[in-house]
């Protein structure tokens, strides 16, 4: 089992559409969650980390952790085509004593005008 | 403020060659690490380093060596690449074990 599943795509939405994407991880005891984005031929860039279960909200964009569930999301409201890009689910796993940063596959966002 | 600073950006190898792939940071981090992407497969982590005078394992470790020359540097070095090897190398650092990951600008490898 890997220990960051994501959907790879793509997903398409309307333009001022709200966009969400899914992640799920293996290890129970994760600490630390990052949602990246990363556009074609670019580094990855941080859009929001979150640390405990509950919803963050940083603009147009929400993350939502449910460590029961093993699941964090972003929430991307009001889509842009200049959202659409690859976004990275990351976790801190216990294995490694926190110190791995581990992802998942990256799901592709399309934004149609 | 340079943040995590990659060389080279390209570079084409013959199988069988052996290069090193140099990282940087001036943030004063103490975690480095080395990922490759393939198209598909995410990030991979190679080989971490969480603090200056240790290197750890990651995912895909096979066929790489890694050193960490000091709190800034940490080199990743191909002994005798191979076809499988052609990828995307990103280097990273991050402050601790609460803080998000900062990027280099990656490596664009081929090796034929």
């Known amino acids: 089992q890997k220990e960051v599943e994501q959907n790879s795509g793509p997903l398409s939405v309307p333009e001022g559409a709200i966009a969400s994407l899914n992640c799920t991880y293996s290890?129970?005891?994760?600490?630390?969650f990052f949602w990246y984005r990363q556009y074609s031929g670019k580094s990855p860039e941080l859009i929001m980390s979150?640390?405990?279960?509950g919803d963050k909200e940083d603009g147009r964009f929400t993350a939502q952790l449910n460590k029961a569930s093993q699941y964090v999301s972003l929430l991307i409201r009001d889509s842009q085509p200049s959202d659409s890009a690859t976004y990275l689910c990351?976790?801190?796993?216990?294995?490694?004593?926190?110190?791995?940063?581990?992802f998942g596959i990256g799901t592709k966002l399309q934004v149609i005008p | 403020n340079a943040g995590v600073t990659q060389t080279p950006k390209f570079q084409v190898l013959k199988t069988g060659q052996s290069m090193t792939l140099q990282c940087a940071q001036d943030m004063n981090h103490n975690s480095m690490y080395w990922y490759r992407q393939d198209p598909g497969m995410g990030l991979r982590l190679i080989y971490y380093s969480a603090s200056e005078g240790t290197t750890d394992k990651g995912e895909v470790p096979n066929g790489y060596n890694v050193s960490r020359l000091n709190k800034r540097e940490f080199s990743l070095r191909l002994e005798s690449a191979a076809p499988s090897q052609t990828s995307v190398y990103f280097c990273a650092s991050r402050e601790d074990r609460d803080r998000d990951a900062f990027f280099g600008q990656g490596t664009r490898l081929t090796v034929v």
């Open positions: 979150i640390y405990s279960n």
């Open positions: 990351a976790v801190t796993p216990w294995s490694g004593g926190y110190q791995k940063v581990t």
């Open positions: 290890d129970r005891v994760s600490q630390s």
